[in-house]
């Protein structure tokens, strides 16, 4: 937006004030609390929807069952018994506990 728009809009926003004011006196007390009320509206449902966004990802997250629990211990049934056949990975496996045990304390 340039300045001079800027500008023309509040001589205009102005004049139309005063106009407004001397017509019907009551008219821009009334605006002016509409307005207020409208702002204070906005800022509420700016605050509500900051906070919402939580509630609403706990809302969308994948919720566990029973089938997924079973699925994720099955799961990690095969992965230990790949890495105990696996002389390799179970050296690789014990060095990255080694190493994260050490970086946890």
């Known amino acids: 937006m340039k300045w001079?728009?800027?500008m023309v809009g509040g001589i205009?926003?102005?004049a139309a004030t005063l106009y407004f004011s001397r017509k019907r006196p009551g008219a821009v007390?009334?605006?002016?609390?509409?307005?207020?009320?409208?702002?204070?509206?906005s800022m509420a449902k700016m605050l509500h929807a900051s906070s919402g966004?939580?509630?609403e990802a706990a809302e969308q997250a994948p919720k566990q069952s029973d089938?997924?629990?079973v699925s994720s211990a099955a799961a990690w049934e095969q992965i230990?018994?790949?890495?105990e056949n696996d002389p390799s990975v179970k050296r690789e496996v014990d060095k990255i506990k080694a190493e994260s045990s050490t970086l946890s304390h």
Request: charged content about 15%; overall charge negative; aromatic content about 10%.
């Open 4 to 6: 001079t728009g800027l």
């Open 12 to 14: 205009v926003g102005a």
């Open 29 to 41: 007390a009334w605006a002016a609390s509409a307005m207020s009320d409208m702002a204070g509206k």
């Open 53 to 55: 966004w939580k509630q």
């Open 67 to 69: 089938d997924t629990a």
């Open 80 to 83: 230990e018994a790949f890495v």
